[in-house]
């Protein structure tokens, strides 16, 4: 048996801390305005040196669609020659298409991984326009940590790493076709902002205040629940069960609460698995500072 070479990477999930849609672009994409937190709900990648490209996930429900890991390593070897292989084994934790963010953190998992397993020269700008090909919110996941978003998500202004606070998340697990594009074909003009509430809450992260949880709307939730019946008694649910805020994150269906007691987050967490059972996956979680995209900090064994 040769010996190969090999690498694991964790891939958190994000929420979103308020998120503005501004206008609809001559692209067909959206402006946006929200604040990206990566979160201790991590999926994890082990990518081994392999003659062929492949990848295999430990969640059967993974549709090839919301697998964003094999496009991102073949983006990323592109023509280089001779062309690299890998296997890509990828251990889902973060609920898939609930608005965590998992399939793009995977992928940006990927290329730092991949980068760093193949050694290749790519530079981190270079890194960062093939993310933003891949999805919007990708380039965010390179680094992850805590950011503003702007542009279709992918202008990225690096924030202080709010601390001392707990999430508790609720993921329903229910599934809504063509999700994030047929939401944003769906806002209306009155779901539409300026931008003020994402910038107000930025500027106070930006001087080391705490999350504000007045400023944490979010332009989906009109369209998203008049999309999926039920989902709008969610956050009185959660009210009742202790949460004293509710919001969405990305275009759903995940909900979450903010706190800034670990126990009460706790306890937030089993009253709501009692009220809601196998419906939802229920964690509780904390923010995951940023990361080195550097290859040299990866270990490589
Ligand atoms: O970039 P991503 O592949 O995640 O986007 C999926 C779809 O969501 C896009 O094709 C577009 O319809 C919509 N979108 C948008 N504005 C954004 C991000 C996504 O309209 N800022």
Redesign the pocket.
């Known amino acids: 048996m040769p010996y190969l070479r090999s690498l694991t990477v964790t891939a958190p999930a994000k929420l979103n801390l308020g998120l503005e849609i501004l206008r609809?672009r001559e692209d067909?994409?959206?402006?946006?305005a929200t604040i990206f937190l990566t979160v201790s709900l991590c999926d994890e990648l082990t990518l081994t040196e392999n003659e062929r490209l492949e990848a295999h996930c430990d969640d059967p429900g993974l549709g090839a669609e919301e697998n964003l890991v094999l496009r991102a390593a073949k983006a990323l070897r592109g023509n280089t020659s001779p062309r690299p292989g890998a296997t890509i084994e990828l251990r889902k934790a973060i609920p898939v298409a609930a608005g965590l963010g998992g399939a793009?953190s995977n992928a940006a998992a990927t290329l730092v991984a991949a980068r760093a397993l193949w050694r290749l020269p790519t530079s981190d700008e270079e890194l960062a326009l093939l993310a933003g090909q891949i999805?919007?919110?990708v380039p965010f996941f390179l680094h992850g940590g805590c950011a503003l978003g702007r542009g279709?998500?992918d202008v990225l202004k690096r924030l202080p790493f709010p601390a001392d606070v707990w999430f508790v998340v609720v993921a329903p697990r229910i599934s809504i076709p063509r999700k994030?594009?047929s939401l944003?074909?769906s806002l209306q003009t009155s779901d539409l902002s300026d931008g003020a509430m994402v910038a107000a809450q930025a500027a106070r992260l930006q001087s080391g205040h705490d999350i504000d949880q007045s400023l944490l709307a979010n332009a989906f939730s009109r369209p998203l629940y008049e999309r999926v019946p039920g989902l709008p008694e969610l956050p009185e649910l959660m009210r009742r069960a202790g949460a004293p805020t509710v919001a969405l994150s990305g275009a759903g269906p995940a909900h979450y609460t903010t706190v800034g007691d670990p126990e009460l987050a706790q306890q937030i967490s089993v009253r709501l698995r009692s009220d809601l059972g196998n419906t939802a996956c229920i964690a509780v979680v904390t923010p995951v500072p940023e990361r080195s995209i550097l290859p040299g900090d990866y270990d490589v064994s």
């Open positions: 609809r067909g994409y959206h402006d946006l793009s999805g919007s919110d279709r998500g994030t594009a944003y074909a």
